[in-house]
């Protein structure tokens, strides 16, 4: 990995990490992302790494359940998804999630789930 690209990655993480603090503090109800992925994806792999802190859900789009997704998103992995609306795909866009989220917060609006 070259030196500008892991150091990119770090960034996002703390970009990620002040922002997420500041709505936490703020006690809004945090916004749910969705990443829709699949192995092999070395874009995916890259994405999961800068939001691994924030990781709340995960659609694996080649198990049978999720099919359609499969038939939507197979060419076009990583997308993601935030409270259910199609937000990017490729690469993380880190200026993009950041003014979404603070739009959700000012809207007060948004929830926060994990999945194991």
Known sequence: MPWFQGNSVQLAKYSLQLLMRNLSASKTVLPVLTLFTKDPCPLCDEAKEILEPYKNREVDITLPENSAWYERYKFDIPVFHLNGQFLMM???????????????????????????
């Open 90 to 116: 490729h690469r993380v866009d880190i200026p993009k999630l950041e003014k979404q989220l603070q739009k959700l917060e000012q809207q007060g609006a948004g929830s926060w789930r994990t999945t194991s």
